[in-house]
């Protein structure tokens, strides 16, 4: 079941703010990468809006999911002179590419994807005081947990309720969304009345358009095929020590000229 924004979308939608709202195309940009299938729809989302908004990329760097030195990856950006940086990464990395390349005089605007920010970063000092000044974006799959809708008034009193404990999290948003389909394909099912594996999939069908009254970044149509019914709107957040998870909204639900006109595998 496809809710959310798919990582090639989220990529080419943050590349439609930047361009739009930040003076993109005067920009030189970057992007580093994990070799693998996850860093390769980072980068295929960046090269489609690139190319589409006619940007000057000056630097592509990769790194493999084992590295813990990217002493290369930041010397390379730091001489293409890249002052717009894309991370189809993991948060694992995040702070040290950020850092690192700080730390060689280099300034820039970052943009990520939702794994590439966890709140858990918000514990290194250094980072936060760069991101502060150099703005960490993030395009998000999911609604910021500031959001005011009414699914997002009952995450938060769920996790009030259930888990004090729980720190406002945004991977507690997306158990919570994945919780509610399932909820709703199985009350689907139930009607139907039947609970196979083929019954529950034909259900799916069944939850008809909905966007979990807030939950998804915009309305999604159940009936659908996968390839189809996914989102093309995103939030843009950015980095800040000032709110809840650490990840303030700076949009509505957007979904610029890259982001809708991205052409999704059927």
Request: charged share 20%; hydrophobic share 40%; aromatic share 10%.
């Amino acid at each position: 079941i496809a809710p959310f924004a798919p990582s090639t979308i989220q990529i080419s939608a943050g590349i439609d703010y930047l361009v739009k709202e930040k003076n993109g195309k005067a920009l030189k940009w970057a992007i580093v990468s994990r070799h693998d299938v996850l860093g390769a729809d980072g980068v295929a989302g960046f090269e489609y809006a690139t190319k589409h908004h006619g940007l000057n990329v000056v630097s592509r760097q990769t790194y493999e999911p084992t590295d813990t030195d990217f002493t290369a990856q930041i010397q390379a950006l730091k001489d293409s002179g890249a002052n717009a940086i894309v991370l189809a990464n993991t948060s694992a990395v995040t702070a040290q590419l950020v850092v690192g390349l700080t730390r060689l005089g280099t300034h820039s605007i970052w943009l990520g994807w939702q794994p590439s920010f966890d709140p858990g970063l918000a514990k290194n000092e250094e980072f936060m005081s760069i991101v502060a000044k150099d703005k960490y974006y993030i395009a998000s799959c999911l609604p910021a947990w500031s959001t005011k809708s009414p699914g997002m008034d009952e995450v938060r009193k769920a996790r009030e309720k259930y888990y004090p404990s729980q720190a406002p999290d945004p991977y507690f948003t997306f158990g919570y969304v994945h919780g509610a389909i399932t909820h709703a394909v199985l009350q689907a099912a139930v009607k139907r009345g039947d609970l196979s594996r083929a019954g529950i999939n034909a259900a799916v069908k069944d939850v008809g358009v909905t966007d979990l009254n807030g939950l998804l970044t915009h309305t999604v149509d159940f009936a659908k095929p996968p390839q189809e019914r996914f989102p093309r709107a995103v939030q843009i957040w950015e980095v800040s020590a000032s709110v809840p998870s650490f990840q303030a909204p700076v949009t509505d639900y957007i979904s610029g000229d890259a982001a809708s006109t991205y052409p999704m595998p059927k």
